[in-house]
């Protein structure tokens, strides 16, 4: 696959380049181009969800990947299931939510970390380090999907004190080859230590030390495939309509990921841009004027960005061209009453919904046609959000078995002086 940099075509990489070296160096985003538009859709819909994952990403990677590599690659990563469960009238909700960390960053982080092995393994190193600075859900997705991963290990930053327990006990009680530190001190140090050890050389050139940074081109690979899986399954209903996809959105990785399927060839009506109170997109297509701003709490948290890093990507794909972009994206956002009420209705239609998949269910509902039929996208579990649940609807919620043994288990987690020495001293050690 050849990649271009969002900010320059002259700026290329393929695949597995771009996989271990983050953003482009001229600060841009890795695209595709060209991207690969498939001809026989409805044989791919046709095939099962492995089947369908290695024929894809075989053709996208095939030069620069094994066949049977990415099989087996796919197979381990996508190991859990995604069900397509009818709403009401026409209307579908795709559970992305049922891999080990309980949302849908799982499909990206997992197949992320796999591919981080074999480009480890085919450049003959013995050991790859990622380094993540969290305040609590990306080091939960990144730590389970590098648990046990050979070739490469995982070094998670937060700040002691800070994150929820259950967060904690995600990626603090795994051990192995993930090592998780309470660093003495704010998120902003977390960052700052994670920062300082990428820019010393003495440190990242052993360690082969990469980023999982969200922004990673192997993420929104893995994403294209689940926007398949949704019409797959659609078509086995008999639904043959190209049908709305409503996406709860924060960062853009997930609806950039939808408009790589839909530049692929799988059919689309139309895109739903779902936000929550932090509005920088929703007025960006409303006003023609992109205003970055500081990201507002709400209780969607993980969409709470105020300018989303994956945005530019979608542009690219429309070459800047909004009228263009608007021919197929709805957009609009809920606030926290507004999410609340999305909840309830959900409820009431037998859904028990986290906050998140409630505004993209919230705004699909404002922007849908009569009779058009659609699927919100589901990213995370209800049970991550138990406590909101309990205390606004009264719904007792249970942990999934393995996330309520992860809170029985021993903390694993090393303290960390937040000083720059004190980490490279643990990191190279
Ligand atoms: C990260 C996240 C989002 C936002 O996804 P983007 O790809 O950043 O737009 C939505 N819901 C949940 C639960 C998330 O964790």
Same mark, same amino acid.
């Given at each position: 696959?050849?990649?271009?940099?969002?900010?320059?075509?002259?700026?290329?990489?393929?695949?597995?380049?771009?996989?271990?070296? @983050?953003?482009?160096?001229?600060?841009?985003?890795?695209?595709?181009?060209?991207? $690969?538009? !498939?001809?026989?859709?409805?044989?791919?819909?046709?095939?099962?969800?492995?089947?369908?994952?290695?024929?894809?990403?075989?053709?996208?990677?095939?030069?620069?990947?094994?066949?049977?590599?990415?099989?087996?690659?796919?197979?381990?990563? !996508?190991?859990?299931?995604?069900?397509?469960?009818?709403?009401?009238?026409?209307?579908?909700?795709?559970?992305?939510?049922?891999?080990?960390?309980?949302?849908?960053?799982?499909?990206?982080?997992?197949?992320?970390?796999?591919?981080?092995?074999?480009?480890?393994?085919?450049?003959?190193?013995?050991?790859?380090?990622?380094?993540?600075?969290?305040?609590? /859900?990306?080091?939960?997705?990144?730590?389970?999907?590098?648990?046990?991963?050979?070739?490469?290990? $995982?070094?998670?930053?937060?700040?002691?004190?800070?994150?929820?327990?259950?967060?904690?006990?995600?990626?603090?009680?795994?051990?192995?080859?993930?090592?998780?530190?309470?660093?003495?001190?704010? !998120?902003?140090?977390?960052?700052?230590?994670?920062?300082?050890?990428?820019?010393?050389?003495?440190?990242?050139?052993?360690?082969?030390?990469?980023? #999982?940074?969200?922004?990673?081109?192997?993420?929104?690979?893995?994403?294209?495939?689940?926007?398949?899986?949704?019409?797959?399954?659609?078509?086995?209903?008999?639904?043959?309509?190209?049908?709305?996809?409503?996406?709860?959105? @924060?960062?853009?990785?997930?609806?950039?990921?939808?408009?790589? #399927?839909?530049?692929?060839?799988?059919?689309?009506?139309?895109?739903?841009?779902?936000?929550?109170?932090?509005?920088?997109?929703?007025?960006?297509?409303?006003?023609?004027?992109?205003?970055?701003?500081?990201?507002?709490?709400?209780?969607?948290?993980?969409? /709470?960005?105020?300018?989303?890093?994956?945005?530019?990507?979608?542009?690219?794909?429309?070459?800047?061209?909004?009228?263009?972009?608007?021919?197929?994206?709805?957009?609009?956002?809920?606030?926290?009453?507004?999410?609340?009420?999305?909840?309830?209705?959900?409820?009431?239609?037998?859904?028990?919904?986290?906050?998140?998949?409630?505004?993209?269910?919230?705004?699909?509902?404002?922007?849908?046609?009569?009779?058009?039929?659609?699927?919100?996208?589901?990213?995370?579990?209800?049970?991550?959000?138990? /406590?909101?649940?309990?205390? /606004?609807?009264?719904?007792?919620?249970?942990?999934?078995?393995?996330?309520?043994?992860?809170?029985?288990?021993?903390?694993?987690?090393?303290?960390?002086?937040?000083?720059?020495?004190?980490?490279?001293?643990?990191?190279?050690?």
């Amino acid at each position: 696959m050849r990649l271009v940099s969002t900010r320059n075509p002259k700026v290329r990489s393929t695949f597995l380049e771009a996989l271990a070296a @983050g953003p482009a160096p001229d600060g841009g985003l890795w695209m595709p181009e060209p991207i $690969a538009c !498939f001809r026989d859709v409805p044989h791919l819909l046709a095939l099962p969800w492995a089947e369908r994952n290695t024929e894809i990403l075989y053709r996208l990677l095939g030069e620069e990947v094994d066949r049977a590599d990415l099989e087996a690659l796919a197979a381990e990563a !996508f190991d859990f299931p995604v069900p397509l469960v009818p709403l009401k009238d026409r209307l579908f909700v795709l559970e992305l939510f049922h891999g080990p960390s309980l949302a849908f960053k799982d499909f990206g982080a997992r197949f992320l970390a796999r591919m981080l092995a074999h480009r480890t393994a085919r450049e003959g190193l013995k050991l790859r380090t990622v380094l993540v600075a969290t305040s609590g /859900d990306t080091g939960a997705a990144v730590a389970q999907a590098f648990w046990k991963v050979k070739g490469v290990r $995982a070094v998670v930053l937060y700040p002691k004190g800070r994150v929820s327990p259950l967060q904690e006990a995600q990626f603090a009680t795994l051990g192995g080859n993930v090592l998780a530190y309470a660093v003495e001190g704010s !998120f902003d140090d977390c960052q700052r230590l994670a920062k300082a050890a990428f820019a010393d050389p003495a440190v990242a050139g052993p360690l082969a030390l990469v980023s #999982a940074n969200s922004i990673n081109i192997a993420r929104l690979l893995a994403q294209v495939l689940y926007y398949f899986e949704a019409a797959a399954q659609l078509r086995a209903l008999g639904l043959r309509e190209a049908p709305l996809f409503s996406v709860p959105s @924060g960062n853009f990785g997930n609806l950039c990921a939808g408009y790589l #399927a839909r530049a692929m060839g799988l059919p689309v009506k139309a895109f739903v841009a779902a936000c929550n109170a932090n509005r920088t997109v929703p007025d960006h297509l409303d006003t023609g004027v992109y205003t970055p701003r500081p990201s507002l709490a709400t209780l969607s948290n993980a969409m /709470d960005v105020g300018d989303p890093s994956n945005w530019p990507r979608i542009l690219h794909l429309f070459q800047g061209n909004l009228d263009e972009l608007r021919a197929t994206l709805r957009w609009g956002s809920l606030d926290d009453a507004a999410t609340r009420r999305a909840l309830w209705e959900l409820n009431g239609l037998g859904c028990t919904a986290d906050p998140h998949t409630a505004v993209a269910y919230g705004v699909l509902e404002e922007r849908r046609g009569l009779g058009e039929p659609a699927v919100v996208l589901a990213t995370a579990h209800p049970a991550k959000f138990a /406590d909101l649940l309990k205390r /606004d609807m009264n719904l007792d919620l249970a942990l999934p078995p393995a996330l309520a043994e992860a809170q029985t288990l021993p903390l694993q987690a090393q303290p960390l002086e937040a000083r720059e020495e004190a980490l490279k001293d643990v990191l190279m050690g």
